[in-house]
Structure formats: C-alpha cells, structure tokens
C-alpha cells in the first residue's frame, strides 16, 4: 500500500511539474512575440 501511495505522489509530482513548465513556456512565448509590437508606429 505504501509503495502505490509513493508511486502515486511521485507521478503527482511529475505531471504538475510539466504543467508549470509548459505553462511558464506557453507566457514567456506570447510576451516574446508582442514585445514591442504596439510601441512602433506602422
């Protein structure tokens, strides 16, 4: 039963660390794409 629960939290663990990861990814990429888009005239 413990191994399952630790087995459990790992996975836990790994699949909230993923999500972190592609959402600071997912920011950082539309912050970089508008980066100084409206300050230049057209």
Request: charge should be positive; hydrophobic fraction near 35%; proline fraction near 2%.
């Amino acid at each position: 039963m413990e191994a399952m629960r630790a087995l459990k939290r790992r996975l836990s663990n790994v699949v909230y660390a993923r999500i972190v990861t592609t959402r600071n990814a997912d920011r950082r990429r539309i912050r970089e794409g508008t980066r100084g888009r409206f300050c230049n005239p057209a």
